[in-house]
């Protein structure tokens, strides 16, 4: 069973930063890619960021320039840094991880970004 340990999250001033981690259990080699999604109040999930194995990256639109992913393969841990956050930013943020067929999905975690 894959489990997906987020942490980060908080409530943080318009223009701050904050940096969420992704633990893994189990080699994140194995997961062809990683990434988090978020949840804002009344809209759809969307991705927010990925990774894929070879390290490959993809942003969203909204947060190219302000958000950066990234991984440590010796930790099995992906992390997210959101800098010059905004208020639309607020949402809860899932680390997802990706084999085959299948996408995991961690708990979640709550930003809140006060204007």
């Known amino acids: 069973q894959v489990q997906l340990v987020e942490s980060g999250g908080g409530l943080v001033q318009a223009g701050g930063s904050l940096r969420f981690s992704c633990a893994a259990s189990g080699n994140i080699f194995s997961f062809k890619a990683m990434g988090w999604y978020r949840q804002a109040p009344g809209k759809q999930r969307e991705l927010v960021a990925s990774?894929?194995?070879?390290?490959?990256?993809n942003y969203a639109d909204s947060v190219k320039g302000r958000f950066t992913i990234s991984r440590d393969n010796a930790k099995n841990t992906v992390y997210l840094q959101m800098n010059s956050l905004k208020p639309e930013d607020t949402a809860v943020y899932y680390c997802?991880?990706?084999?085959?067929?299948?996408?995991?999905w961690g708990k979640g975690t709550l930003v809140t970004v006060s204007s």
């Open positions: 997802t991880a990706d084999r085959p067929g299948v996408r995991y």
């Open positions: 990774i894929t194995s070879g390290g490959t990256t």
